[in-house]
């Protein structure tokens, strides 16, 4: 696995051309990448990516992301969040991440997804953080730390069948995964490992599950997520391979699945033994907008990293199709992409899309009884703040 490229670009993560002191310390980097750790590396390098985004702007993510006076009366919560995140924020948060002390169990799965997983400890340390703001709090307090483990394990699972689908392209091994039936011989010892790997955390998560007062209740809702998340691995191997069907409807239709965040709030409801049923069909409606909220945070963060590997799946190439900002031949072209995506100003409309949801999410919850939907949405407005702090790091 490669933790960093050999390579490095002394471009910002936003596509801004890093400034000279950034370039000269990145370079700095690169030669002591043999000598010391190189996930503590990998962590400083995109920590002065991040900082070369905004320092660019000098000021905030509301600026950088040309919101104007109209726009944040009109968008008070996302401007808000956005005039919050300047240089210093960005660097104490992140660096607060990195130092999170992850539990016993979780750093063993880690590590063996390391061997042959795409990506670093950093992403690990984030999902746990943001499994911990978005957590309901009608969770009895007995299980919440397991609560906590429980969906980073199942997340992890999710970065694995990821990685096989948008970065190794090996649809063929997913589906020996999902399907313990399908016949399939291992090309290699990286895939072998891929599939026990998975049926292991698989495994695991399922036997956490088991532990808590409501899982007879909530466990076919949990399954039938479940099989949505998969489905969504498999939209997204159809995509990237065929680019000319990229349609915005199917896009968040599916894809959003891919954040898992229905699967979550499916594990905090098997945990929360004093929670009221008959919120169940707007709770199932306020996950639904939770989860879109959680995939405009990803795609506004990861897109310009996916144009380098290939991956069109994001929102933001859909939204960009739709937009007659990019058809399907321009995805030929990498460079082509980033500047038009970047001059058309799709991220700040997605930000507003992200305000849109969360407006709604508020209406619908308005006489939720069974949890504080005021907790909850904070949650989110953390969590979206931790998606744009963390560019370049997931």
């Not at 291992?186 to 409501?214: C, F, G, S």
């Not at 809702?221 to 000319?244: G, I, T, V």
């Not at 933001?316 to 980033?338: G, P, Q, T």
């Not at 619908?364 to 009884?369: F, P, T």
Request: contains cysteine; proline residues 2%.
């Amino acid at each position: 696995m490669s933790l960093v490229n050999s390579s490095i670009s002394t471009k910002g993560v936003s596509g801004l051309k890093a400034p000279v002191g950034i370039r000269d310390q990145l370079s700095s980097l690169n030669y002591r990448l043999n000598k010391v750790n190189a996930r503590i590396i990998c962590f400083e390098i995109n920590l002065l990516l991040s900082i070369s985004m905004i320092k660019s702007v000098e000021k905030s993510l509301f600026e950088y992301y040309g919101f104007s006076k109209t726009d944040g009366a009109d968008y008070s919560v996302i401007s808000g969040i956005l005039k919050d995140i300047n240089i210093k924020s960005v660097v104490q948060s992140l660096e607060e991440i990195q130092k999170i002390n992850l539990p016993e169990v979780l750093t063993e799965w880690l590590n063996k997804y390391e061997k042959v997983g795409e990506r670093n400890d950093f992403i690990c340390k984030w999902t746990f953080q943001g499994m911990k703001k978005v957590t309901l709090d009608s969770v009895d307090d007995e299980y919440k730390n397991s609560v906590y483990v429980t969906k980073t394990k199942s997340i992890i699972l999710n970065y694995l069948l990821d990685d096989l689908i948008d970065r190794r392209k090996q649809k063929e091994v997913l589906e020996v995964i999902i399907n313990s039936e399908e016949i399939y011989r291992p090309k290699n010892e990286k895939d072998r490992e891929t599939i026990k790997l998975a049926r292991d955390l698989w495994q695991d998560v399922q036997k956490d599950i088991k532990q808590y007062p409501k899982y007879s209740e909530f466990r076919e809702l949990f399954f039938y997520d479940y099989e949505q998340f998969f489905n969504a691995l498999r939209y997204s191997f159809l995509l990237n391979n065929r680019p000319f069907i990229n349609n915005l409807i199917e896009n968040q239709m599916y894809l959003s699945h891919n954040m898992q965040g229905i699967i979550s709030i499916d594990i905090d409801l098997m945990a929360s033994p004093k929670l009221d049923c008959d919120d169940l069909p707007i709770l199932r409606e306020i996950a639904w907008f939770a989860q879109r909220l959680g995939r405009i945070g990803n795609s506004l963060t990861t897109w310009e990293r996916e144009v380098k590997e290939d991956d069109f799946t994001s929102e933001i190439f859909a939204l960009a199709v739709c937009e007659n900002v990019l058809d399907a031949s321009d995805f030929k072209d990498k460079e082509k992409v980033v500047r038009k995506i970047k001059e058309s100003k799709l991220e700040k409309k997605l930000l507003k899309e992200w305000e849109n949801n969360y407006r709604v999410m508020s209406i619908l919850g308005s006489n939720i009884k069974s949890f504080s939907l005021d907790s909850f949405m904070q949650g989110l407005r953390e969590l979206i703040r931790m998606h744009l702090i963390s560019t370049g790091h997931k």
